[in-house]
């Protein structure tokens, strides 16, 4: 039968794995997310200059 530790080493070994997998996951769409936030911000930006013109 396994050791408590060697369960536990094994445990850690797959939460480990679970947490890389749903980082490359999640990588994708915050790229998604900050590339929509600056053209938020340039629109912004450009309203701003259009509104303060002569």
Sequence with gaps: M???LG???QREARTRQ???SWTEVL???QAE???AAGG???AL???N???NRP
């Design 40 to 42: 938020v911000v340039r």
């Design 27 to 29: 990588e994708q769409p």
């Design 45 to 47: 930006l450009t309203v």
């Design 18 to 20: 679970d947490l890389e």
């Design 33 to 35: 997310v900050d590339a």
């Design 49 to 51: 200059e259009d509104l």
């Design 7 to 9: 369960l536990m080493e």
């Design 2 to 4: 396994p050791s408590v």
